[in-house]
């Protein structure tokens, strides 16, 4: 072990070894105490850690090796991912001398002990685990890649356009050219008139104003107070009152 290694976590791929059609990576672990164990870990979960890991560190984890669909169980390309995530784990732990990140905690594991202390360390694995099912506020958002962003928004833009054609609409608006660059509908008892309405005034439009300028005059004939009496001969003068002199 080297200097720079003492007082922290350090990690070596010893191995691999084929289960179930998917390849299983054999890694040495040694705690600060120089006490060692081996974990067995696939591809997958060293993924799922470094995913946990963003969350805190961002940008600055090491790169990890890309996922392959075809020809991933070849030698030379296990050998070649082994060196790579055996690369990856040591610069994780270059950036966390101390670790404290639990994914990171629960990845590396503790050496099997038995009797009480087991016991306890399955209390501890209990908390862990739900400590990170829980949101930390503290930790910045994961950022979004543009595939997942260009969905996410198409998502969203869908649901508000749905949400405000199923309001109605207020008549003032409907002054707007069009709402999407789409004509506006025609009231359905104008749409068979549409031409008759762009067209200009005619003279059987003029008589229909004629005709509505003599149902106002006479309407307003109707409306207009009738004088019954003068009203000088209905008002009767007080008679004159002598008072008595004192």
Same mark, same amino acid.
């Given at each position: 072990?080297?200097?720079?290694?003492?007082?922290?976590?350090?990690? /070596?791929? &010893? %191995?691999?070894? =084929?289960?179930?059609?998917?390849?299983?990576?054999?890694?040495?672990?040694?705690?600060?105490? %120089? &006490?060692?164990?081996?974990?067995?870990?696939?591809?997958?979960?060293?993924?799922?850690?470094?995913?946990?890991?963003? #969350?805190?560190?961002?940008?600055?984890?090491?790169?990890? $090796? *890309?996922?392959?669909?075809?020809?991933?169980?070849?030698?030379?390309? &296990?050998?070649?991912?082994?060196?790579?995530?055996?690369?990856?784990?040591?610069?994780?732990?270059?950036?966390?001398?101390?670790?404290?990140?639990?994914?990171?905690?629960?990845?590396?594991?503790? $050496?099997? !002990?038995? *009797?009480?202390?087991?016991?306890?360390?399955?209390?501890?694995?209990?908390?862990?685990?739900?400590?990170?099912?829980?949101?930390?506020? =503290?930790?910045?958002? +994961?950022? #979004?890649?543009?595939?997942?962003? +260009?969905?996410?928004?198409? /998502?969203?833009?869908?649901?508000?356009?749905?949400?405000?054609?199923?309001?109605? &609409?207020?008549?003032?608006?409907?002054?707007?050219? %069009?709402?999407?660059?789409?004509?506006?509908?025609?009231?359905? @008892?104008?749409?068979?008139?549409?031409?008759?309405?762009? +067209?200009?005034?005619? +003279?059987?439009?003029?008589?229909? @104003?004629?005709?509505?300028?003599?149902?106002?005059?006479?309407?307003? !004939?109707?409306? /207009?107070?009738?004088?019954?009496?003068?009203?000088?001969?209905?008002?009767?003068?007080?008679?004159?009152?002598?008072?008595?002199?004192?």
């Amino acid at each position: 072990m080297s200097s720079d290694s003492l007082g922290r976590f350090s990690v /070596k791929f &010893v %191995g691999n070894t =084929a289960v179930d059609g998917a390849t299983t990576y054999i890694i040495k672990v040694t705690n600060p105490d %120089g &006490v060692s164990w081996t974990l067995q870990k696939r591809y997958r979960e060293i993924r799922e850690l470094h995913d946990e890991l963003r #969350l805190r560190h961002g940008d600055i984890l090491p790169p990890i $090796p *890309g996922k392959r669909l075809w020809g991933n169980q070849e030698p030379a390309f &296990v050998a070649q991912r082994q060196i790579g995530l055996e690369q990856y784990l040591q610069g994780v732990l270059q950036i966390e001398r101390d670790v404290r990140t639990p994914a990171l905690l629960q990845f590396l594991g503790t $050496p099997t !002990q038995s *009797g009480e202390r087991s016991q306890a360390r399955q209390y501890q694995q209990i908390l862990d685990n739900m400590q990170s099912k829980l949101l930390n506020l =503290a930790l910045p958002p +994961a950022p #979004l890649d543009e595939t997942e962003m +260009a969905q996410r928004l198409k /998502k969203y833009g869908q649901a508000m356009r749905l949400h405000v054609l199923s309001q109605p &609409v207020d008549p003032i608006h409907l002054r707007a050219p %069009g709402f999407d660059n789409e004509p506006l509908p025609l009231c359905p @008892s104008n749409v068979d008139h549409f031409d008759a309405l762009r +067209a200009p005034p005619s +003279a059987a439009t003029t008589d229909d @104003s004629r005709m509505l300028s003599e149902l106002l005059d006479g309407l307003l !004939q109707i409306l /207009k107070p009738e004088q019954l009496a003068d009203a000088d001969k209905l008002v009767v003068a007080f008679p004159a009152v002598q008072l008595p002199d004192q």
